[in-house]
């Protein structure tokens, strides 16, 4: 199987981040990344430190849904160096029948821990 392009997945990325309220796109730590009110939601990472990955990293509630994720579907989900003890899991993005519609859902669970509470409700 084959990879997805990364440039046509983070155009894919990009438009379902950007298409959340009040969501805005920096670089952090050399990577596209994606907030909601001054807070990070989303990071796009492609052979990160050689990695081999083009993923997603995307907020949960916590280890135990890290570990439940990872657990159901690990060809989709991994445990992130750096990140994921603060709750991050990545979300691969590599397969070219990526299930849009699964990556929307987890970016919208992402950015509602991220938002207000003025907006999380959304």
Not at 93 to 115: G, I, K, M, N, T
Request: with cysteine; charged share 20%; aromatic share 10%.
């Amino acid at each position: 199987m084959l990879a997805a392009d990364p440039e046509a997945v983070l155009a894919r990325l990009r438009a379902a981040c950007l298409a959340l309220p009040e969501t805005g796109e920096r670089i952090s730590h050399g990577s596209p990344a994606f907030d909601v009110a001054g807070k990070m939601f989303c990071y796009f990472w492609h052979n990160h430190h050689g990695d081999g990955l083009t993923a997603a990293c995307v907020k949960t509630a916590g280890r135990d849904e890290q570990d439940l994720l990872i657990e159901a579907d690990p060809e989709l989900y991994s445990w992130l160096p750096y990140l994921g003890p603060s709750g991050w899991i990545g979300l691969s993005l590599a397969d070219p029948d990526l299930d849009w519609d699964h990556v929307e859902a987890r970016l919208l669970s992402s950015w509602r821990l991220a938002a207000p509470k003025r907006l999380a409700a959304i």
